[in-house]
Each structure stands twice: as C-alpha cells, then as structure tokens.
C-alpha cells in the first residue's frame, strides 16, 4: 500500500488504538482476552514492563493498527523477539499486516533479535497463520485447545518462529 506510513505510536494515539483493539478483541478469533475489555485492560497490554516499542499503522494519517516488539523472554532469552499485530475490521486486506509484518521483522534486526517469536496464533486464524507462513515463519509447536472459541469450542493455538537472517 502506497500511502501506509508505519510510525512510533505516541500516548496521544492510545485512545484511537484501544477503540480499534477493542473491535479485534470483541471478535474474539484472535487474542484470549475476557469482555468487557477496558481501557484500562488496554493499557496494561500496550505498556508491557520490559523494553518494549510500539507502532502505528497510518493511511492518510489515520491509524488502522498498530503492533508491539519486545523480547520474548528476559534475561537469557532477550535474544529474540516476541510481537502482536492488529489490524482493525475496517482495514483489513489491504496489506496492512503484512506492511507491519515486514517492519517488525526489519526493526527486531534492527534491535539485535536473532528471531521473532509468536507464542499464542489461534489454529482457526486462517488471514494471520497465512501471513506469517507468507513471511516465512514456521509453526514450532501446537498447544492442544489452548483457545476458547466462542463458537467453535475449545481449538489450538500454534507457536510460530522466524530467524531473522
């Protein structure tokens, strides 16, 4: 997408991104979060206590989503890094994740990760499991009805992996 501009996310976008969040967790397909999901939930998500960066996707200067790069464990495994994207309904399939996608993967590089972790993709996420094969992550591990789908009952959740090169 031409017009996307990836951008550090600011404290004066919270509100926007806990609104567009909020729609993604209220589809529950995707994060485990419990409804009602407050801003206050929001908030402790977006600022993890470790290091941890933060991005918005804009088009047009409107934000459409936005991830979090951190590393996934601390101490002797900070070495690679663990993220979580969202793209809000309204925005999606127009390469937006995949956009963030490749920022992610340039910016954990960037930072000195030697991987990117995904330690929770839902097995019935079919839009984000095919863009991180896309990326080139494989699917490391399965956690046998680690997600409780609204409407399709107790359904694995996959752990997917990349080195970066």
């Not at 402790?44 to 470790?50: M, R, S, V």
């Not at 495994?77 to 399939?93: E, Q, Y």
Request: charged share 20%.
């Amino acid at each position: 997408m031409d017009n996307l501009v990836i951008r550090e996310a600011t404290p004066k976008d919270l509100p926007l991104l806990y609104s567009l969040f909020k729609m993604v967790i209220e589809e529950q397909n995707s994060y485990p979060f419990s409804l009602p999901f407050s801003y206050e939930d929001f908030i402790h998500f977006w600022h993890i206590p470790t290091p941890s960066w933060k991005f918005c996707a804009c088009v047009e200067d409107i934000i459409t989503g936005g991830y979090i790069l951190k590393p996934n464990f601390i101490g002797l495994g900070d070495h690679i890094a663990n993220a979580a994207f969202f793209v809000a309904p309204p925005f999606r399939k127009q390469g937006i994740g995949e956009s963030m996608g490749w920022h992610a993967i340039k910016k954990a590089k960037e930072l000195k990760f030697l991987a990117l972790q995904f330690n929770y993709v839902v097995s019935t996420n079919y839009p984000a499991i095919n863009l991180w094969l896309k990326l080139g992550f494989k699917i490391v591990g399965t956690v046998p009805k680690a997600f409780r789908h609204p409407k399709k009952g107790f359904t694995d959740v996959y752990v997917m992996f990349k080195e970066i090169e």
